[in-house]
């Protein structure tokens, strides 16, 4: 039987899950939408045969609702992660689960009580195929240990409601997530550099940002974060090793050779760059539903990250080198 999805939030990433799981996942489809603009999501609920929901506690509540995908702004993605580990539904939340390390703390408090795993993070860079060819060199140790990570996250324009602490919580925790991941250890330092700021920004967004972590290791990893450079949608992350350099290319399937020229496309946005990502993200988290066995991104992944999102604010405030320590990881995570 094919799951039945109830998705809040209908904005941008909203709407690509749902044709995501409506259009190329097997196994389920959406049946709810919820939204607080709702105009657009009554019209979109009619467009693809859902039903709509006043509120996110009322979808999540309905029989007509297996499982649950958040896609709403950052500082309501706790509460209603929250309201579904109470109503024992799996739900895939966008990142960041919450937007502090306590309101993830919850989360993983909730999810311990319910005895088994619900919840999924949207850090959807761990499904990336060049991310994963960037672990399977570091994991077989081909060019030696890894000892530097440079690694840039730009975004061509950000508008007037995207402040500074966004820079961490909403874009480069994506990065805090997938380099744990990729490296297997834990941060213990943060520190941010606010240098010299593009003429494209606005009075409440420092841009750009530059983040300084570092591994239980002595990995230290330069993180640039700029989300107005204008030109395009643009990732690095190059893995400098004993002998060698792995890293990160665009993906780009054509290139054009023309007026003594050579050039390929920069990605325009997280859309077109992370298309297959998120595909198979959702391919594996409705599989590994049908499986009773989550494999992907976890409450504690999400709560881990906060901790390190929480050190790089408080760096940023004092701007001083912070130091990150984690409690002891659950059994319900080993
Ligand atoms: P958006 O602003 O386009 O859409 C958010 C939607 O949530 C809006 O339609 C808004 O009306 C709705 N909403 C807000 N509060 C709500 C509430 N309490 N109940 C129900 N609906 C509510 O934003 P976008 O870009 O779609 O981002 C949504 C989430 O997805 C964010 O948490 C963001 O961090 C995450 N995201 C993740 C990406 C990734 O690469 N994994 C890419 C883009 C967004
Ligand atoms: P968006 O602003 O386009 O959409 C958010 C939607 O949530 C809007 O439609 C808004 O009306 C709705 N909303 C807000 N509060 C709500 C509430 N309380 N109940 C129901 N709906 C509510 O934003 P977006 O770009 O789609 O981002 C949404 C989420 O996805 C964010 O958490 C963001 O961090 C995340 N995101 C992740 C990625 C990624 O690469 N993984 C990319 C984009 C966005
Ligand atoms: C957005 O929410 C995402 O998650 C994108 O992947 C990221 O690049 C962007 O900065 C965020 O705003």
Not at 101 to 130: H, N, T
Not at 304 to 316: E, L, N, Q, S
Request: glycine share 6%; hydrophobic share 40%.
């Amino acid at each position: 039987m094919d799951l039945k999805v109830g998705v809040i939030g209908t904005g941008a990433i909203g709407i690509e899950h749902i044709k995501r799981i409506n259009e190329k996942v097997q196994g389920a489809y959406v049946t709810a939408v919820s939204d607080i603009n709702v105009e657009q999501a009554k019209s979109l609920a009619n467009q693809i045969s859902a039903v709509f929901f006043e509120t996110g506690e009322e979808l999540i509540a309905s029989t007509e609702v297996d499982i649950v995908v958040v896609t709403s702004w950052d500082p309501t993605h706790e509460k209603y992660v929250l309201e579904a580990i109470k109503h024992g539904k799996y739900v895939f939340c966008e990142k960041p689960l919450a937007t502090d390390s306590a309101g993830c703390k919850r989360i993983v408090d909730a999810e311990i009580e319910a005895g088994k795993k619900l919840v999924q993070v949207g850090f959807m860079r761990r499904y990336d195929r060049g991310y994963i060819e960037l672990k399977e060199a570091i994991e077989t140790k081909k060019f030696g240990e890894p000892l530097m990570l440079h690694c840039a996250h730009r975004n061509p324009t950000a508008d007037e409601n995207y402040l500074t602490p966004m820079a961490i919580i909403n874009t480069g925790i994506h990065e805090i997530d997938a380099l744990r991941w990729l490296l297997q250890e834990d941060y213990v330092s943060a520190q941010m550099i606010l240098p010299k700021q593009t003429s494209f920004t606005h009075e409440k967004l420092h841009d750009p940002q530059m983040l300084i972590l570092e591994t239980a290791s002595g990995i230290h990893i330069d993180l640039e974060i700029f989300v107005n450079c204008q030109f395009g949608y643009d990732i690095k992350c190059d893995v400098v090793c004993e002998t060698g350099e792995v890293g990160l290319e665009d993906p780009a399937y054509t290139h054009v050779k023309a007026k003594g020229k050579n050039y390929t496309k920069v990605a325009p946005d997280w859309q077109t760059r992370f298309v297959e990502a998120y595909d198979y993200e959702f391919e594996l988290w409705i599989r590994s539903i049908q499986t009773g066995n989550l494999t992907g991104p976890t409450a504690w992944d999400g709560y881990v990250a906060a901790v390190t999102m929480d050190a790089c604010g408080k760096a940023r405030d004092t701007g001083e080198r912070t130091l990150i320590q984690l409690p002891e990881c659950p059994a319900l995570y080993k």
